[in-house]
């Protein structure tokens, strides 16, 4: 059973929107060293900010073809991801899973790029609630997590699965 928030979630609004994306291809999954602003040192997908007037989808390809240089193909959104944050503005974010790309990924100024087999992720060089999504994403069921944190630490949560409807349906 999952404690009282200390969140009021039906009154709550994020501040800030924004994407990530993650792209699997042969057994290994492309994670980015972000250089720069919200989270610079961790390990996590590409992503950020949606611009106004920009969907999330147009925002999660822009993001990493700026990011990395790539274009994913296909993407398609898994979850969402609620974040209370303690000191930063609130984050609403939409988070998506790739199963090809075209380019060559390449380091620019925000990231570095780096695959890991899926076996060998480095949850423990990325924020602390991706240990409880990243798993349902890679196994391509949908999600809506709700996250408190005081710092870098998760003090709440709650992960509701299969509960984003992808008019597309599962594809593996």
């Given amino acids: 059973m999952t404690p009282p928030s200390p969140i009021d979630w039906a009154s709550w609004r994020a501040e800030i929107h924004a994407t990530l994306l993650f792209i699997v291809r042969d057994g290994e999954i492309l994670l980015i060293e972000k250089k720069r602003g919200l989270g ?57 899973l790739a199963r090809d790309f075209s380019g060559q990924p390449v380091e ?40 408190v944190f005081e710092g870098e630490e998760v003090v709440w949560q709650d992960m509701q699965l299969d509960t984003y409807w992808d008019p597309e349906g599962p594809r593996h």
């Fill in 108 to 147: 620019t100024e925000e990231a570095k790029p780096l695959w890991y087999k899926l076996g060998d992720i480095p949850y423990e060089r990325m924020w602390k609630d991706d240990i409880h999504w990243l798993p349902v994403l890679l196994d391509e069921r949908s999600f809506h997590g709700r996250f």
């Fill in 40 to 96: 610079a040192g961790k390990i996590n997908g590409p992503g950020g900010k949606i611009d106004p007037g920009e969907t999330p989808l147009e925002c999660v390809v822009r993001e990493t073809r700026e990011e990395l240089g790539i274009t994913a193909k296909r993407p398609r959104k898994l979850g969402e991801l609620h974040f209370a944050m303690s000191d930063v503005p609130d984050i609403l974010c939409h988070v998506f």
